[in-house]
């Protein structure tokens, strides 16, 4: 079993910043990608950004490039989705999961979820 905890959601305004944070814990050694999905109401959830557990390679959704940043901590099993330039329709519920094996983009390849956390971003 895999527990994740997000964090860091919250109101902001259109241009401002928030940091997401996801703390991992359990059996993490077949992780092989993290991942952030998000959520808004009366859509499907959708893929935000990906990194490897180990390696560097990262994946952004093309909505998000060059606004979003994620990280890791590996030391505490803790990942982080920098967000810059918020704008409204990013306003959504925020979820990280893990997967051992699949396509990083796509959400039934992952195994565990989180709880989520809101992002609300006013114009």
């Known amino acids: 079993q895999v527990q994740l905890v997000e964090s860091g959601g919250g109101l902001v305004q259109a241009g401002g910043s928030l940091r997401l944070s996801c703390a991992v814990s359990g059996r993490t050694f077949n992780n092989l990608s993290l991942g952030w999905f998000r959520q808004a109401p009366g859509k499907e959830r959708e893929f935000v950004a990906a990194?490897?557990?180990?390696?560097?390679?990262?994946n952004y959704a093309d909505s998000v490039k060059g606004r979003f940043t994620m990280s890791r901590d590996n030391a505490k099993n803790t990942f982080y989705l920098q967000m810059n330039s918020l704008k409204p329709e990013d306003t959504a519920v925020y979820y990280c999961?893990?997967?051992?094996?699949?396509?990083?983009?796509?959400?039934?390849?992952?195994?565990?979820w989180g709880q989520g956390t809101q992002v609300t971003v006013s114009s």
């Open positions: 990194i490897r557990w180990i390696r560097s390679y990262s």
């Open positions: 999961a893990t997967q051992s094996a699949g396509k990083d983009y796509v959400r039934g390849d992952y195994n565990y």
